[in-house]
């Protein structure tokens, strides 16, 4: 024998309905904080790489005899930091992230 479920009441669904949508409005609450932390992360990511970029400039530029490692040192982080902006903040995954943002 099958056990009948009771019937939901409209006032049951209505109490449902709104804990859906207070967890919905939750969940958006959280998703709008954390992409905004995403951005100002961006952001320092992109200052970041353009303080190298100046420092790598300066020393190459204004020191007499700089130092190997360092240049290496200034070289290698360069690159690195270039090749995470263009791949994570300028290139194709970024424009997929804006677009599901919208």
């Not at 309905?17 to 992409?35: W, Y």
């Not at 100002?40 to 130092?67: A, F, N």
């Not at 240049?71 to 970024?94: A, K, P, W, Y």
């Amino acid at each position: 024998m099958e056990q009948s479920q009771p019937a939901m009441t409209e006032g049951m669904y209505l109490d449902a309905m709104n804990q859906l949508k207070d967890m919905n409005e939750e969940r958006d609450k959280e998703l709008k904080k954390v992409k905004n932390e995403l951005k100002e992360h961006k952001k320092e990511l992109i200052s970041t790489y353009g303080v190298v970029r100046l420092l790598d400039m300066i020393y190459s530029d204004q020191v007499e005899e700089p130092i190997a490692e360092v240049s290496i040192l200034i070289e290698t982080l360069r690159e690195f930091l270039g090749q995470f902006v263009e791949e994570n903040i300028i290139g194709d995954n970024h424009v997929r992230i804006q677009q599901n943002e919208d």
